[in-house]
């Protein structure tokens, strides 16, 4: 099993990025995939869920509205669309198909800052 998170990188305050969450060894269509952050000296947080066909996601309250999750099973991709991003959205962001993210891969920074 294999999920890496890639796509991050240094934002201002306000601005927007896509990460995205490259998957194998395992039948993508049918798990569900979430996408977790852990910032400097906090525990793991999970973000949001997206089900097998995409048609249910889920958001933590600290994200809705701002962040909105896709998924191409064609490409076994995940997406995490951020707008709106806030300083305290800075973090190290994975995915994993468990929502506790113990299958989770290699991570990506997030820095928000002005």
């Known amino acids: 099993v294999q999920l890496q998170a890639s796509g991050g990188g240094l934002v201002q305050p306000g601005g927007s990025l896509r990460l995205s969450c490259a998957a194998s060894?395992?039948?993508?269509?049918?798990?569900?995939i979430y996408w977790l952050r852990q910032a400097p000296g906090k525990e793991l947080e999970w973000v949001s869920s997206i089900s097998t066909f995409g048609s249910g996601t889920q958001y933590a309250d600290s994200v809705l509205g701002r962040f909105a999750i896709s998924r191409d099973n064609d490409q076994n991709i995940a997406y995490l669309q951020m707008s709106n991003l806030k300083p305290e959205d800075t973090a190290v962001y994975y995915c994993?198909?468990?929502?506790?993210?113990?299958?989770r891969g290699q991570g990506t920074q997030v820095t928000v800052s002005s």
């Open positions: 994993a198909k468990d929502k506790d993210g113990t299958s």
């Open positions: 060894g395992f039948p993508f269509n049918r798990n569900w």
